[in-house]
């Protein structure tokens, strides 16, 4: 009964361990976010989970109060469907940690420790325009790996994050070159 109450999305902002040594043995083993959530992604994303829990709860409401028809399953299965990409919107980004990178798009995790890393190289090339399927010419971080497979990263100009911010693109890129190992 002593610990504090966690919030219930508190995995989304993870605080830090305040017992974590400061010394050169500490080891960072939790995922870090390469950029933060930009105020274009936030704006975009509160707005669509209000509306998710303003629809969801009317669905539920009227399923609960009338038969179930053929517009109440559709509508579940739509918002069931909205609630999955509302909260994969939240989480993805790219992740560093002492034992590697991890990028996490809508569908997908790839995880690569540093030692399958050769680089990290920024060009210009066509990138998704606010994520959307848009593609403009920006500039773009991405992994190159060992075996020579090329992996963009969230790092891009156009990123909803990083949109009309060239300070926080720039904070951004030099903190991922930064956590490749020196050895590299």
Same mark, same amino acid.
């Given at each position: 009964?002593?610990?504090?109450?966690?919030?219930?999305?508190?995995?989304?902002?993870?605080?830090?361990?305040?017992?974590?040594?400061?010394?050169?043995?500490?080891?960072?083993?939790?995922?870090?976010? &390469? *950029?933060?959530?930009?105020?274009?992604?936030? !704006? %975009?994303?509160?707005?669509? =989970?209000? /509306?998710? +829990? &303003? *629809?969801?709860?009317?669905?539920?409401?009227? !399923? %609960?109060?009338?038969?179930? =028809?053929? /517009?109440? +399953?559709?509508?579940?299965?739509?918002?069931?469907?909205?609630? %999955?990409?509302?909260?994969?919107?939240? /989480?993805?980004?790219?992740?560093?940690?002492?034992?590697?990178?991890?990028?996490?798009?809508?569908?997908?995790?790839?995880?690569?420790?540093?030692?399958?890393?050769?680089?990290?190289?920024?060009?210009?090339?066509?990138?998704?325009?606010?994520?959307?399927?848009?593609?403009?010419?920006?500039?773009?971080?991405?992994?190159?790996?060992?075996?020579?497979?090329?992996?963009?990263?969230?790092?891009?100009?156009?990123?909803?994050?990083?949109?009309?911010?060239?300070?926080?693109?720039?904070?951004?890129?030099?903190?991922?070159?930064?956590?490749?190992?020196?050895?590299?």
């Amino acid at each position: 009964m002593s610990e504090p109450r966690k919030p219930i999305f508190g995995f989304l902002w993870p605080s830090p361990d305040p017992d974590a040594p400061v010394d050169g043995a500490y080891r960072q083993v939790r995922r870090v976010r &390469v *950029t933060g959530r930009g105020p274009i992604r936030i !704006a %975009v994303l509160v707005a669509g =989970t209000a /509306v998710l +829990v &303003v *629809t969801t709860g009317t669905l539920m409401l009227a !399923a %609960v109060t009338t038969s179930l =028809t053929p /517009v109440t +399953v559709l509508g579940s299965a739509i918002s069931a469907s909205a609630l %999955v990409l509302i909260l994969r919107g939240w /989480v993805v980004g790219t992740f560093v940690n002492d034992d590697g990178i991890s990028i996490d798009t809508t569908w997908r995790r790839t995880a690569l420790p540093w030692t399958d890393v050769e680089g990290i190289e920024t060009a210009p090339e066509p990138c998704p325009f606010l994520g959307l399927p848009v593609r403009v010419r920006a500039e773009r971080s991405a992994v190159r790996t060992v075996d020579g497979r090329v992996l963009p990263t969230h790092v891009y100009a156009t990123s909803p994050d990083l949109w009309l911010r060239p300070e926080a693109l720039d904070i951004a890129r030099l903190r991922l070159e930064h956590w490749l190992p020196q050895g590299r």
